[in-house]
């Protein structure tokens, strides 16, 4: 019983920011473990970061540096914020809730959002 709605994304240059927000119904969100994806064309959907009810982040490598997770647990939000973006971070962002403090993969997550596309030009 949990819903998941996602805002934020767009078009942005290389080198550019962009937030993504994440807002959750239900009262139990501060004692979820809220995680990010990201999908391309033909790619397997790849773990991106993740942020736990006390605030312990974890990302790939990939974006270690240049994306930071926050959460506000009083809006039942969470915040994906991408800087210095790169034409590799192009893809279908999805956010997602689970209970499990080590959730990294799909299948570890109960709850999605809708998605939103995320575009870097060149």
């Known amino acids: 019983q949990v819903q998941l709605v996602q805002s934020g994304g767009g078009l942005v240059q290389a080198g550019g920011s962009l937030r993504l927000s994440c807002a959750a119904s239900?009262?139990?969100?501060?004692?979820?473990?809220m995680g990010w994806f990201r999908q391309a064309p033909g790619k397997e959907r790849e773990f991106v970061g993740r942020?736990?009810?006390?605030?312990?982040?974890a990302y790939v490598d990939s974006v270690k540096g240049r994306f930071t997770l926050s959460r506000d647990n009083d809006r039942n939000t969470v915040y994906l914020q991408m800087n210095s973006l790169k034409l590799e971070d192009t893809a279908v962002y999805y956010c997602?809730?689970?209970?499990?403090?080590?959730?990294?993969?799909?299948?570890?997550?109960?709850?999605w959002g809708q998605g939103t596309q995320v575009t870097v030009s060149s």
């Open positions: 997602a809730a689970s209970y499990s403090i080590i959730a990294a993969s799909p299948e570890d997550y109960n709850y």
């Open positions: 239900g009262r139990a969100f501060s004692t979820l473990i």
């Open positions: 942020i736990t009810w006390s605030l312990k982040t």
